[in-house]
């Protein structure tokens, strides 16, 4: 990363981070351009696949680097001083990044992607005092996984149309539900759930926003199965559990904002960089060593196809240098970032059929050679890259209205009573 | 360096550099001048017009806005400036499919004099570039159309040592070719592929202007018969200058198809907020929304190419590498306004499908701008070979 100086102390926190890293990790031997190919596990993973213990493991791992992190002023660079934070930009952030990626450090995604990453930043807009105390410094420590309690299988797409209901009790709120697609609940401690608290108003004038305990009476975590074949998602079910008011976010009737930002964050992180073996794989190198292993490095046709794949990774990089560029210089990412997620969804998915193309049929079946049957792994994770985080339909529709500003289609269900909608699942009235 | 050419020099040391503020101040310049001088209406006359351009707006181009003389050495009456400079200019260009020299000379030919170090054809050729009373133009009759001469594959012969030459055969395809002052020609010397200079008025120098798919980039043969020609650069060096040349002009190209491409996304964006069918905008349907929001990414995927590009070629720091950086960008943004020249006539329906609306102007400019150097069989193999494959 460049540490040019630009008056923000930039050359002065990079030397100390690159101290910090030095003591605390070991750099990487090989940079990540090199292939070994035919060397190693034979695995491209996309959705961890591990066995409990395994993964048990590598969240304690985690939660020990966060702690470590959080200890020497890197585990959230950008929040305020009193909740833990260091009170640095996003800059910052992005330079401790690029430094730690040159290091052999355990992967923190179980606490970042959704918990620091989202829900972190919503506790932070709207929580009160108390909530910001009690459980940010917690969170950002690595003590605390959270996670986002908010599709449901009635409401995909039209989050607005959740059905989870909230009601008064007491001092405090009884939830009743079903949550679905929750990464990372096994782990969690704690979760952000959207509850319609008002079925009479219009959809996104009843919803209210609440932590829930994750451990407290009611609250069912069901690993559920994806197509790939292991269960990184959950099933939340929320029977009667008790919410005390304290552990609101925001106004009664005022959840639809706080789930505002909360996605605006999750746009944020998603479609980044093509890091991790997946992104590895379908990479230009990897792909070369494919084509030479398998005796196709002079075949036109699968040139051809690589050249196509590599000019549209090259220039999806290209576009997040121009995004980190317009950064810097102080603009803040609009709805033009659904573009990076779309292409970094849509590369993926081509490099694992152009791999699987290359293989041939020994993707078929497990025939014990390196480097054939592993690419299955990616090829049955692909699909969700074009659903999770919001549907390819759903950018396409954010860009063409705020980016382009093509009109809204008419709306048929944002002024009457959420109780009179045509809801799936639930016989018409 | 022989002492036939002595060394230019050089200017890529002194490269000024325009800031953000500045390239945002040169956009709206060109912009302006355009909207006033190059309408559509202005745009089909040139088009309409003997030698395909308008000779006052490329005067008051070169007078009033100084652009031939941005990107060149000022020791030779440039300003200087890169291509990240160059780019923003050709991009408005490109957006109003402006008919005239400008890329002939100035990304063509100009950079073709610089890359060859000839401090003598430098000087004869530039100040008069930087000016705008020269025009010019560069051909690499390569059999293959690629722009990637080699020793017994070009249309041309040169016989003779030394400075002077004489050219025999024939180049088909010359940007600008029909109007060019002075026509710079790869031809097959004694120590291969070799740089010329061609005046457009020596004897045995006959051109033909040809029909063009894009109305509003004129091309010409030009047939050489015993042409004298003089050298430029040194003997049989001829194909590391075209290198430098198709780095170049691929990101120039790629700045004004990302030019042509965004004019199309908001001709078919304000269409589709405008015509109602079913009693609604039809860029209300997701259809045509989503249609729209494609061509919104690819736009935005290739500007950010081309702009990668211009700062790679002009070796701006923690850039990539210049030759990959140009052939993604090159690819990417061919691609790019192909797609979107088409989905533009597909949003508009019928009435894109007319002769009187301009869709067709960027459809036929979109094509023909993707095969000028060779095609995708060309530009997709030349990627995966500069990026080691």
Not at chain 1, 235 to 259: I, S
Not at chain 1, 296 to 311: F, N, S, V
Not at chain 2, 263 to 286: D, H, N, V, W
Request: charge should be negative.
């Amino acid at each position: 990363m460049p540490s040019e100086p630009d008056g923000s102390g930039m050359d002065q926190f990079v030397a100390e981070a690159r101290a910090f890293l030095d003591e605390h990790a070991t750099r990487r031997a090989h940079t990540s351009d090199e292939v070994a190919w035919g060397e190693g596990e034979d695995r491209i993973t996309y959705f961890s696949t591990d066995p409990p213990e395994v993964e048990a493991a590598k969240v304690a791992a985690a939660k020990a680097w966060q702690k470590v992190r959080y200890d020497n002023g890197f585990g959230w660079i950008t929040g305020p001083p009193e909740f833990g934070g260091r009170g640095l930009s996003t800059l910052h952030d992005l330079v401790y990044d690029g430094l730690e990626a040159e290091y052999d450090v355990p992967d923190t995604g179980v606490l970042s992607l959704i918990g620091l990453g989202m829900i972190g930043p919503t506790i932070l807009a709207h929580g009160t005092e108390g909530l910001k105390r009690h459980y940010l410094p917690a969170m950002y420590a690595g003590d605390v996984i959270a996670c986002q309690l908010f599709s449901e299988p009635g409401a995909g797409s039209d989050l607005a149309g959740l059905a989870t209901r909230a009601v008064r009790d007491g001092d405090g709120w009884l939830l009743n539900g079903q949550k679905v697609w929750t990464s990372v609940a096994h782990h969690a401690a704690i979760g952000l759930a959207l509850c319609r608290t008002d079925p009479d108003k219009p959809k996104h004038k009843g919803i209210t926003a609440f932590l829930v305990d994750m451990s407290a009476p009611g609250v069912d975590v069901r690993p559920l199965r994806q197509m790939s074949g292991g269960a990184e998602f959950n099933e939340v079910f929320l029977t009667d559990v008790h919410v005390p008011d304290d552990h609101r976010l925001g106004p009664v009737d005022g959840g639809w904002g706080v789930a505002l930002t909360t996605l605006m964050n999750e746009r944020a992180s998603v479609g980044g960089e093509g890091a991790g073996a997946a992104g590895r794989a379908v990479a230009l190198p990897f792909l070369t060593e494919l084509l030479r292993a398998n005796g196709r490095l002079d075949d036109a046709a699968a040139r051809r196809r690589l050249a196509e794949l590599y000019a549209d990774q090259a220039a999806t990089e290209y576009l997040n240098h121009q995004a980190l560029r317009r950064f810097r210089a102080g603009e803040q990412p609009g709805p033009e970032a659904s573009v990076s997620k779309i292409m970094y969804g849509q590369n993926l998915t081509r490099g694992a059929h152009f791999a699987a193309e290359i293989v041939g049929p020994r993707l078929i079946a497990d025939t014990g050679e390196w480097g054939t049957f592993s690419w299955t792994e990616l090829l049955l994770a692909t699909p969700a890259l074009r659903i999770l985080g919001g549907t390819e339909e759903i950018m396409k529709n954010i860009l063409a209205e705020r980016v382009l500003g093509l009109p809204k289609e008419p709306s048929i269900d944002t002024k009457s009573p959420f109780r009179e909608l045509r809801r799936s699942g639930r016989a018409e009235a | 360096m022989s002492t036939s050419t002595a060394a230019m020099a050089d200017a890529d040391t002194t490269r000024a550099e325009a800031s953000d503020a500045e390239l945002t101040e040169l956009r709206t310049a060109v912009r302006d001048f355009l909207a006033s001088k190059a309408d559509e209406a202005a745009v089909r006359a040139a088009v309409d017009s003997e030698r395909g351009y308008d000779d006052k707006v490329w005067a008051q181009i070169a007078a009033e806005l100084g652009l031939p003389a941005l990107a060149l050495p000022t020791a030779y009456g440039g300003d200087g400036y890169g291509v990240v400079e160059l780019s923003v200019v050709i991009g408005e260009m490109g957006r109003v499919l402006l008919p005239s020299p400008f890329f002939s000379t100035v990304v063509l030919a100009a950079t073709a004099i610089v890359a060859s170090g000839d401090a003598g054809a430098a000087e004869r050729l530039l100040p008069g570039i930087a000016a705008g009373t020269t025009t010019a133009t560069l051909t690499v009759p390569d059999r293959a159309g690629s722009w990637e001469p080699a020793a017994g594959t070009l249309g041309i012969h040169a016989t003779g040592s030394g400075a002077e030459a004489v050219l025999e055969g024939s180049a088909p395809l010359v940007v600008e070719g029909g109007t060019a002052h002075v026509v710079l020609v790869v031809a097959d010397g004694p120590g291969g592929p070799t740089l010329y200079e061609v005046d457009a008025t020596a004897t045995g120098f006959a051109r033909t202007t040809l029909r063009t798919l894009d109305l509003t980039r004129r091309v010409a043969r030009i047939d050489f018969s015993a042409a004298p020609a003089r050298l430029v650069g040194e003997p049989g060096a001829a194909a590391s200058v075209v290198a430098r040349v198709l780095d170049v002009a691929t990101t120039a190209l790629a700045a004004e198809q990302v030019g042509g491409a965004r004019a199309c996304l908001q001709m078919a964006t304000a269409y589709a907020k405008e015509r109602m069918q079913f009693g609604r905008p039809i860029g209300s349907f997701q259809a045509v929304k989503h249609k729209c929001a494609d061509m919104l990414a690819r736009v935005q995927v290739a500007d950010a190419a081309a702009t990668e590009a211009a700062r790679a070629v002009d070796g701006v720091p923690g850039s990539p590498d210049p030759g990959v950086a140009a052939a993604v960008a090159h690819a990417v943004c061919s691609e790019a306004f192909m797609a979107v020249a088409a989905e533009n006539i597909q949003v508009h329906g019928g009435i894109g499908f007319t002769w009187e609306h301009p869709a067709h102007l960027y459809y036929r400019r979109a094509k023909a701008s993707q095969l000028l150097f060779g095609g995708p069989a060309v530009y997709y193999e030349r990627l995966l070979r500069r990026a080691g494959v």
